[in-house]
């Protein structure tokens, strides 16, 4: 069960991570949350964040912009000067929020594997849990893939990198949560 989920036969999954499994996770999610950034006035306002409203502009990070896409056109779509003004009224009034469900994705995981106490362990994933463990994976995914920009005719060339190309820790990880993500979504099938 290494480093992968496996049903844990109460609805649940496990999965057993050694201390250095557990880090490295801890370390990407631990990033995420760097790379979404604190909620709005620093989250000390819960009445000033009900009323806070999100950029109209797409981040330029590829990365950021792959967790938050536009929500009409994007690249390749018709130059129109009304789906602009949809994407930056949606992008306004939902970023915020998909930003904090993010937030608390990554939150949620960190706080598992701070369970863990620094060293490896099994740590259980209740049924309830899946959805945020999902999306915090995916989300990781999603931005490593950024960074490395993976696209679908490249995806097998990762296989073939070679020890000495510096992009392979990051390829390492891409792998592997792809492989952690698959398993947990056997795990909740299974």
Do not use: C, H
């Not at 995981?109 to 701070?114: F, G, M, Q």
């Not at 490896?120 to 994976?137: H, I, N, Q, S």
Request: no cysteine; charged share 30%.
């Amino acid at each position: 069960m290494a480093g992968l989920f496996e049903s844990a036969g109460d609805g649940g999954a496990a999965i057993a991570l050694d201390e250095f499994e557990a880090s490295i996770l801890r370390s990407l999610e631990v990033q995420m949350l760097e790379l979404i950034g604190p909620p709005p006035g620093g989250g000390g306002d819960p009445l000033a964040a009900l009323f806070a409203e999100g950029p109209s502009e797409a981040p330029e990070d590829p990365a950021l912009l792959r967790l938050f896409p536009d929500g009409y056109g994007g690249p390749g779509a018709p130059e129109d000067p009304r789906t602009a003004e949809r994407a930056a009224e949606f992008r306004r009034y939902t970023e915020l929020d998909l930003r904090a469900r993010k937030r608390d994705d990554a939150l949620a995981v960190v706080r598992a594997l701070d369970g863990l106490g620094g060293a490896g362990g099994v740590l259980e994933v209740e049924p309830d849990d899946f959805p945020r463990w999902l999306g915090a994976l995916n989300d990781l995914r999603l931005t490593l893939g950024a960074r490395l920009e993976v696209s679908e005719e490249e995806d097998e060339g990762l296989y073939r990198l070679p020890d000495s190309d510096p992009r392979k820790p990051l390829v390492i990880a891409y792998l592997w949560l792809g492989a952690m993500q698959e398993s947990l979504l056997e795990a909740m099938t299974g």
